[in-house]
């Protein structure tokens, strides 16, 4: 099995410093020697310091063209590393002569990586909006930005309305379970299988499953 790795961070500093580099190769180390069939060759790895907003990274161009080339697979750590955009993400899938995987989701197959780009780039989108109107609410009110207080108070209120967040993207997948009697710890263990992760990117517990279920029914009570 050959492989074409490819790493990415965002900014100049962090490209500098190797602050993310170490994580990603890491985790490629880690696919390598647990998921890859042996033996293996990495054929090049490629480094790229540029946002993951840009669909038109000259670096990741020449690492897909040059996997098609050799018959490779392109590995990268997270889905993320490879484009923020799911429209992006799925021109890849949809290239026959393209074959990617991601480390951290190592048994993942192309749909359940499609669910995981849609859900975090719904995510992006809602945290950019939720940040504005936080910003443009604190100013009508007259409110001082950048207080200490009202830093600690925005942050509180953005991890509420994250956390609601998450939990009403996954709610469409956990709900048909729990009407079922599917219990917390079954219905964990299939997130898991999915390689669904949760917000702060780790795995499912029953007690993860039931404080969505729980948020949930906050949720639609207060709308009452």
Excluded: C
């Amino acid at each position: 099995m050959e492989y074409i790795t490819y790493l990415r961070v965002s900014t100049k500093e962090q490209g500098k410093s190797g602050l993310g580099l170490e994580a990603q190769k890491r985790d490629i180390r880690l696919y390598l020697d647990n998921y890859s069939t042996t033996p293996y060759k990495v054929i090049e790895e490629f480094i790229e310091v540029d946002s993951g907003a840009n669909s038109a990274r000259a670096t990741l161009n020449e690492a897909i063209n040059l996997s098609k080339k050799h018959d490779a697979t392109l590995l990268v750590a997270k889905l993320d590393r490879l484009s923020r955009k799911v429209s992006f993400i799925a021109s890849l899938m949809e290239d026959r002569k393209l074959n990617f995987k991601v480390a951290t989701m190592p048994h993942a197959d192309p749909f359940q990586l499609h669910i995981y780009a849609a859900l975090a780039e719904q995510e992006r989108e809602f945290i950019s909006k939720r940040t504005k109107a936080a910003l443009a609410e604190a100013k009508s009110r007259g409110t001082r930005l950048g207080g200490l207080r009202t830093k600690t108070n925005e942050r509180n209120v953005a991890k509420r309305k994250q956390a609601d967040q998450f939990a009403q993207n996954l709610w469409p997948i956990i709900e048909p379970m729990t009407l079922t009697s599917v219990a917390y710890s079954d219905i964990a263990k299939r997130l898991n299988q999915m390689n669904v992760q949760t917000a702060n990117g780790g795995m499912f517990w029953a007690s993860t499953v039931g404080n969505i279920v729980k948020r949930m029914h906050q949720l639609a009570t207060s709308k009452e």
